[in-house]
């Protein structure tokens, strides 16, 4: 006879049952690229394969945080994050073990808004419960740092100073007037300021 979890023998028998899929599922991205820019697109593809339904959160990272992430790339405050965006997508797959392909529209999730963004996509599979119930089993998680931006910087630091070069990603043109801060290890602004007409900011 079994013990209980007091160590007592069951005193009759118990079964539970749960009808699921043969076959698993599983969700993953389809680019390795965090970097979107709005000319060029600003979408994240999905590859999901037995997959009935997937839930997205989009969640801002602080500026305040970004000098951390520049030092640690695996570095998240998640406890500091503001959510932007939740939904659930029902999905319809095209057969077993066949890949049935999504895009995200961060932009759209995001509301217009550019910065650092921690997107977070869940696979749920269809099941049956003892009851007959139709019911959402977890699958697995896929979570992905994403920056909206067209500025790309490049920065130098010397003895005497820093400087720093800003350029749009889509064109590669010099960016005139874009902000600039400058932070230490420590997460301490230590400058401020614009680029010149050139996307140059010396300090």
């Known amino acids: 006879m079994l013990p209980d979890s007091a160590g007592?023998?069951?005193?009759?028998?118990?079964?539970r049952s749960r009808t699921g899929s043969e076959y698993e599922g599983s969700l993953a991205f389809a680019?390795?690229?965090?970097?979107?820019?709005?000319?060029?697109?600003?979408?994240?593809g999905l590859n999901l394969v037995n997959v009935d339904r997937v839930t997205v959160s989009l969640e801002r990272q602080y500026d305040n945080n970004l000098p951390f992430m520049a030092i640690d790339p695996d570095y998240t405050a998640r406890n500091m994050m503001r959510n932007l965006a939740f939904k659930e997508i029902a999905v319809k797959s095209p057969g077993k073990n066949v890949i049935e392909r999504r895009a995200l529209d961060i932009q759209e999730l995001a509301g217009g808004q550019k910065g650092v963004f921690l997107l977070r996509v869940t696979g749920y599979q269809k099941e049956t419960d003892e009851d007959g119930?139709?019911?959402m089993r977890y699958g697995n998680q896929e979570e992905r740092l994403v920056v909206l931006t067209d500025i790309g910087a490049t920065a130098r630091c010397f003895p005497s100073g820093v400087t720093v070069f800003a350029s749009s990603i889509a064109s590669a043109m010099p960016l005139p007037d874009a902000e600039v801060r400058v932070y230490s290890a420590s997460n301490q602004l230590i400058a401020r300021g614009h680029t010149?007409?050139?996307g140059v900011f010396l300090h």
């Open 31 to 44: 680019e390795r690229g965090g970097v979107l820019t709005p000319l060029f697109g600003t979408r994240v």
């Open 133 to 135: 119930k139709s019911v």
């Open 196 to 198: 010149d007409r050139d």
């Open 8 to 15: 007592r023998g069951l005193q009759e028998e118990r079964s």
